[in-house]
């Protein structure tokens, strides 16, 4: 083994923990998750795992940035950011959250960052803030596309694209709880369409009689 390959063992090792904590902290929470699930499932020694992490709070908080990482590069790089037209972006990225979880295919495993906010916003204050900050971020991403699309298709409308923002983050999140309480992604698929009617309205482009909406 050359230098090179022995100074990226160690970080693939910490990898494989992260991972492990990212899946199986989502699948089934952080209190059913313990440090010997971890290992088992990254293939790692406990030791291996305290010479990485301090405990599983440690790795808890290194799972949610790299979920939080890798989703957002996956939106960051989803085809609707593309487009030029910023109210073309707002409905684009409503198809994209389809396509992400699968569409009607299978079931989603979920938002880690949502499955964290709810199992420990009173017990872990600083897992809690972590949450929080992720979907502060979720939400400016969007008021961005919906304050320029505001400007262009509905200068004189009276919603507030931050507080509208925040309420597609709390659909979503809602959404995926019932999900998976329901077996079925279906329900939503349909509040995204339910939320994609009321914008049509915000932005004027509401059914009306004799005219048919695309």
Same mark, same amino acid.
């Given at each position: 083994?050359?230098?090179?390959?022995? +100074?990226?063992?160690?970080?693939?090792?910490?990898?494989?923990?992260?991972?492990?904590?990212?899946?199986?902290? +989502?699948?089934?929470?952080?209190?059913?998750?313990?440090?010997?699930?971890?290992?088992?499932?990254?293939?790692?020694?406990?030791?291996?795992?305290?010479?990485?992490?301090?405990?599983?709070?440690?790795?808890? +908080?290194?799972?949610?940035?790299?979920?939080?990482?890798?989703?957002?590069?996956?939106?960051?790089?989803?085809?609707?950011?593309?487009?030029?037209?910023? *109210?073309?972006?707002?409905?684009?990225?409503?198809?994209?959250?389809?396509?992400?979880?699968?569409?009607?295919?299978? $079931?989603?495993?979920?938002? $880690?960052?949502?499955?964290?906010?709810?199992?420990?916003?009173?017990?872990?204050?600083?897992?809690?803030?972590?949450?929080?900050?992720?979907?502060?971020?979720?939400? +400016?991403?969007?008021?961005?596309? *919906?304050?320029?699309?505001?400007?262009?298709?509905?200068?004189?409308?009276?919603?507030?694209?931050?507080? $509208?923002?925040?309420?597609?983050?709390?659909?979503?999140?809602?959404? $995926?709880?019932?999900?998976?309480?329901?077996?079925?992604?279906?329900?939503?698929?349909?509040?995204?369409?339910?939320?994609?009617?009321?914008?049509?309205?915000?932005?004027?482009?509401?059914?009306?009689?004799?005219?048919?909406?695309?």
């Amino acid at each position: 083994m050359n230098i090179k390959e022995t +100074r990226k063992q160690p970080e693939v090792t910490r990898r494989k923990l992260v991972d492990a904590g990212v899946k199986l902290m +989502r699948l089934q929470g952080f209190n059913a998750t313990t440090v010997d699930d971890i290992c088992a499932e990254a293939g790692v020694t406990k030791g291996g795992f305290f010479h990485y992490f301090k405990n599983k709070d440690d790795v808890a +908080r290194a799972a949610v940035s790299r979920f939080q990482e890798d989703k957002t590069q996956i939106y960051q790089e989803a085809p609707f950011r593309q487009l030029a037209d910023p *109210l073309d972006r707002v409905f684009g990225r409503l198809d994209f959250a389809k396509e992400a979880i699968g569409g009607g295919k299978g $079931l989603t495993k979920g938002c $880690l960052i949502g499955v964290f906010a709810q199992e420990l916003a009173f017990t872990n204050s600083e897992l809690r803030k972590v949450c929080q900050g992720a979907f502060t971020w979720m939400a +400016r991403d969007f008021e961005a596309d *919906l304050t320029a699309a505001k400007a262009i298709h509905a200068p004189k409308a009276g919603f507030d694209p931050k507080k $509208l923002a925040q309420f597609y983050i709390s659909i979503i999140q809602g959404s $995926l709880i019932m999900a998976k309480a329901s077996g079925s992604n279906d329900v939503y698929l349909e509040n995204i369409e339910q939320f994609r009617s009321h914008l049509k309205e915000l932005f004027g482009q509401g059914q009306k009689p004799g005219r048919s909406v695309n």
